[in-house]
């Protein structure tokens, strides 16, 4: 069996890939960074190869997948992404849009593209790491979470239509809350509650994509988070999600 997974690089996406090979499978690396690619493939050894690409540029997905193709990829793990923090009107507006590329766009083409190839041979599993942001609006985080919440929609959409049309392909959405990994550093804010591992997110993942679960979300505090959306009112839990935020800084 064979598994891609973007942002391989670092964090969850480091921890499915090594998860993956432990299990048994081969793992196809890729992420803009091929120092660290270089240094996981020699972590994982025969079992792994790695691929450059900058996925924040829609002309490289594609290249991606027309390369990837041929190898009868049985695994999708869109884990590529990043978020930034700020007051919406004083966030870069490049930053945002290669934000939208790479948290958007690049899960866009790429689940497209390969679940066309699982949907012809009737077999294959697609990950999509999401967030729990993704169910929810978030000022001071608001392109992020934006970005999250397309990404728990289109999986959701894309599992239904498969559910109607009787398919075998599983799509599935990791939805963790807080992650120790370099996500807030590079979006410039701190922990505001204590994170579970990435490795614990990862295998996780792994096991609900495999079980089939739609919605993965570890640690029972984030479930009942995501609980809170339904039973409190909309414009409480926007306020609470931004002193959330604020408070990270």
């Not at 993956?20 to 660290?36: E, F, P, S």
């Not at 996925?55 to 978020?83: R, T, W």
């Not at 948290?103 to 497209?112: G, M, R």
Request: proline letters at 3%.
């Amino acid at each position: 069996m064979l598994a891609l997974v973007t942002g391989a690089s670092s964090g969850i996406g480091r921890d499915i890939a090594r998860e993956l090979v432990a299990r048994g499978w081969d793992v196809i690396l890729v992420a803009r960074r091929a120092d660290r690619l270089q240094e996981l493939r020699s972590e994982l050894g025969k079992r792994a190869k790695c691929v450059r690409c900058d996925l924040s540029h829609i002309e490289e997905c594609k290249k991606l997948y027309e390369v990837m193709q041929p190898q009868n990829i049985d695994m999708l793990v869109n884990c590529a992404g990043f978020g930034g923090c700020g007051f919406f009107d004083e966030t870069g507006l490049d930053m945002e849009l290669e934000m939208i590329n790479t948290n958007v766009v690049a899960v866009h083409v790429l689940t497209k593209l390969f679940l066309r190839d699982f949907i012809r041979k009737n077999s294959g599993y697609i990950l999509n790491v999401a967030s729990i942001a993704g169910f929810f609006a978030g000022p001071y985080m608001a392109t992020y979470y934006a970005t999250k919440n397309y990404v728990v929609s289109l999986t959701a959409a894309v599992r239904e239509e498969l559910k109607q049309r009787h398919s075998n392909v599983r799509v599935s959405a990791l939805c963790p809350g807080p992650v120790d990994t370099e996500f807030n550093s590079v979006a410039g804010v701190r922990f505001s509650s204590k994170p579970i591992s990435s490795r614990l997110a990862a295998v996780q993942g792994i096991d609900g994509v495999l079980r089939g679960k739609r919605y993965i979300v570890p640690s029972a505090k984030i479930k009942l988070l995501k609980l809170s959306k339904r039973l409190a009112p909309e414009g409480l839990v926007t306020r609470l999600c931004y002193r959330f935020q604020k408070n990270k800084q």
